[in-house]
């Protein structure tokens, strides 16, 4: 059984820091890629960040680049998402999720490629 459980959500000012966990267990050795998304209140669910399970390649959507780093701990099952430079905007619902497919580009958006999702953490920023 597949699971994702995200943590290190919390409330910060503009400016602060986070760093969100995801712990995955029962994941098939087939599936290469975990990434981060978000939802705002009213909004799509979008894309963020994702990292290759064998390797160092990363991906990240463009309003997030320089200012938040996934990595990996292979040997804990654990994918990190550091946010740094929090904006009012970064202020949403923030999940982890495990896929087969990996690329660096904009096709990592499409939900359609993820195939297990967590219950969300979430990161709210304010003034």
């Known amino acids: 059984q597949v699971r994702l459980v995200e943590s290190g959500g919390g409330s910060v000012q503009a400016g602060d820091s986070l760093r969100l966990s995801c712990v995955a267990s029962?994941?098939?050795?087939?599936?290469?890629?975990l990434g981060w998304f978000r939802q705002a209140p009213g909004k799509e669910r979008e894309f963020v960040a994702v990292?290759?399970?064998?390797?160092?390649?990363?991906y990240y959507e463009d309003s997030v680049k320089g200012r938040f780093t996934i990595s990996r701990d292979n040997a804990k099952n654990t994918a990190f998402l550091q946010m740094n430079s929090l904006t009012l905007e970064d202020t949403a619902q923030y999940y982890c999720?495990?896929?087969?497919?990996?690329?660096?580009?904009?096709?990592?958006?499409?939900?359609?490629?993820?195939?297990?999702w967590g219950q969300g953490t979430q990161v709210t920023v304010s003034s």
């Open positions: 999720a495990a896929g087969t497919h990996f690329s660096t580009t904009p096709a990592m958006n499409d939900r359609s490629l993820w195939d297990y």
């Open positions: 029962g994941i098939p050795f087939s599936y290469r890629a």
């Open positions: 990292i290759s399970w064998s390797d160092d390649l990363t």
